[in-house]
């Protein structure tokens, strides 16, 4: 896990696309582009052209269409060109921080994707050498130092020594006014060759160029290359010649959006690794293994008497899931209330009340009713949000973002395993500062969380490898109700299991307090109704397991989710999930994976349209 900070204006994800082209219409086609790679983020945009007399440039915050307004009427033509849009989870989006950048003397324009750790020392040297720069990102660094270079040598020599001192991950496409090719770079970003007829592409994803080419080359880290109309010649970063296979790829543009996956739900189903990676990754000190937010809290952590968690649907159910860590690990009592029920209540409130409102989208409207509510009685707030600029970021007094990327799918996946990561994170800090949580039990957790990444990854290989959770979603198909049980820390995520198989598969499924089944609920039981039970490694499995026999000894069908390695449950279970062990607290963020994974194979075997399922909308923000 790279333990970078992320610094002002760093951005996490975005779309580039390059084209060199015999066509001239590359204007054009950089917008269509841009648009296509619009879903990797949209906070702004822009291009620009080689021209007669140099570089023609043009931003524009907001969408793509926007940008394309702009450049209506403006009559350049060109053959080679560079596009941008950017995902900003730092600092407001903004004109003069969006891509493409260029070096002091215009004559180098660039596109940039990933984080360059080095950038601060970087630029420290070229603000000595004279340079001047216009942006606070860090791309902007990288042309001021191929400008640099370029007083010694060529192009391609300035360009390569340029990115051997970058430090960090980086997707790099350059353009220079005084010849007509594109010069690319990669390392840990994705980027992908398109090869043409007189034509070439260069984009972070297929789906840029798919209309034109479906003959790839998927350069590796490490290496580069220099692009024309004609030709496409590629390096490693040492300058040694490399033969590169170029590769048929058997998408069609619909699918390609969604790199191959059959529905955006199962990508970013299996996004959840990298996201749960650059969430935590982008807090923690992996020296001294503790955490370290980017902000603080609007109250010092010693005062804080309450918490109070405001959220709707899948955000509510990450909410349940905080409670328990914030009460176990910073000893603060907690409340969660849905947005829509806080918000026509008349909440007892004070200045010492800490309210943490969960939004992926940051637009819901009953999450955003309940946070003005709250404001004005005087709590103030916090918010974990995945998308920067929204709504609630803009009436809150701190946000914390998932590093989620953009979640197109309705049914919430990747958003959810990050808010949780991110409240476990918000707990340790709390902890530690409130001197309710030991340094060394501190170290002990951000072991684990590190951990997580590598054991998602794990869930989602079993997946693929043997589809035991499909065969299990085809059993549970024609079922027509289903309850989801689990406790402790686990009871939110039967909450969650359930909202999912409901949301998309149309099955009822209801989630419950197992221990509750005896109130009430298990008169449901019989043949029909599939019970899935979270039984992982916990401090209240023992319990768990009778309410499992509670079920089995009514001929009810049991779907049993274990850690590796746990014998005793099998006799009571029709079928098994197995996950890795991780501390009972951890547990929910790889527990709710086979459920995202059950709900979603359920649906699609049911053929219903799993990515905009009947009634649903992705941001609900209407009351
Ligand atoms: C979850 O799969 C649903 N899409 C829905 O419950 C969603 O979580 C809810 O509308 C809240 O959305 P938000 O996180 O954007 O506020």
């Not at 809150?396 to 990561?421: M, N, R």
């Not at 221990?515 to 019989?526: S, T, V």
């Amino acid at each position: 896990m790279e333990n970078y900070k992320k610094e002002e204006n760093q951005i996490i994800m975005c779309g580039i696309i390059g084209i060199a082209s015999r066509d001239k219409n590359v204007k054009g086609r950089l917008v269509d582009s841009l648009k296509r790679l619009e879903y990797r983020g949209y906070d702004s945009s822009g291009i620009a052209l080689r021209i007669k007399d140099g570089i023609f440039i043009k931003k524009r915050q907001g969408r793509v269409a926007e940008l394309e307004e702009e450049l209506k009427g403006n009559t350049f033509n060109s053959e080679v060109g560079i596009g941008h849009t950017r995902w900003a989870t730092h600092g407001e989006p903004s004109c003069k921080n969006s891509h493409p950048h260029t070096d002091c003397t215009g004559k180098i324009a660039l596109v940039h994707n990933g984080i360059i750790e080095n950038y601060k020392e970087l630029k420290k040297e070229l603000e000595d050498s004279g340079h001047i720069f216009t942006s606070s990102t860090d791309t902007e660094v990288i042309a001021h130092l191929i400008e640099e270079n370029l007083k010694e040598y060529t192009f391609i020599e300035a360009f390569r020594k340029a990115v051997k001192t970058l430090e960090g991950s980086f997707a790099i496409v350059a353009l220079f006014s005084e010849e007509g090719s594109l010069y690319v770079a990669r390392k840990d970003s994705p980027l992908v060759i398109g090869i043409g007829d007189r034509e070439n592409f260069v984009a972070s994803d297929v789906p840029a160029f798919l209309p034109w080419t479906d003959r790839v080359i998927f350069l590796e880290d490490g290496e580069m290359c220099k692009m024309t109309p004609n030709s496409v010649e590629t390096y490693n970063f040492e300058g040694k010649s490399l033969k590169k296979e170029v590769i048929k790829v058997p998408w069609n543009l619909a699918q390609a959006e969604k790199g191959g996956y059959k529905h955006f739900m199962l990508k970013e189903i299996y996004e959840q690794g990298k996201a749960v990676g650059d969430t935590i990754g982008a807090r923690l000190e992996r020296d001294d293994e503790k955490v370290a937010l980017e902000g603080d809290f609007p109250i010092p952590p010693e005062e804080i008497e309450r918490i109070l968690i405001l959220a709707c649907g899948t955000s509510y159910h990450a909410g349940l899931v905080g409670k328990f860590y914030l009460e176990e690990i910073s000893g603060i009592p907690v409340y969660v209330d849905y947005g829509s029920e806080f918000r026509y209540r008349k909440p007892i409130i004070n200045e010492k009340t800490l309210v943490i409102a969960v939004s992926q989208s940051g637009e819901t409207a009953d999450t955003i009713g309940a946070v003005r509510l709250a404001r004005e009685k005087g709590a103030r707030i916090i918010s974990i949000c995945n998308v920067l600029g929204s709504t609630l970021t803009r009436i809150s007094d701190v946000t914390f973002h998932t590093y989620a990327g953009p979640e197109i799918s309705v049914a919430s996946t990747k958003a959810f395993t990050t808010q949780l990561s991110l409240f476990f994170l918000l707990a340790l800090d709390l902890g530690s500062r409130r001197g309710f949580l030991s340094d060394e039990k501190e170290r002990e957790y951000v072991r684990e969380i590190l951990s997580l990444p590598v054991k998602i990854e794990d869930i989602l290989k079993k997946d693929k490898k043997e589809g035991i959770i499909r065969e299990i979603a085809v059993k549970i198909s024609s079922a027509r109700n289903a309850l989801y049980l689990g406790r402790n820390v686990n009871y939110p995520i039967a909450l969650e299991g359930a909202l999912k198989l409901k949301e998309i598969s149309y099955i009822h499924a209801e989630g419950y307090p197992a221990g509750e089944m005896k109130h009430g609920p298990i008169a449901l039981i019989d043949e029909e109704t599939p019970t899935v039970f979270i039984a992982t490694e916990s401090s209240v499995l023992k319990k768990v397991k009778s309410n499992m026999e509670e079920i089995k000894s009514r001929n009810g069908k049991i779907i049993s989710l274990v850690s590796d390695g746990e014998k005793e449950l099998s006799e009571l279970s029709d079928y098994i999930i197995r996950v890795p062990g991780i501390n009972e607290y951890l547990a929910p963020i790889l527990n709710i994976i086979p459920l995202q994974l059950l709900a979603y194979h359920a649906a699609d075997y049911l053929g219903h349209d799993v990515d905009q399922p009947r009634n649903l909308a992705k941001s609900v923000t209407v009351e």
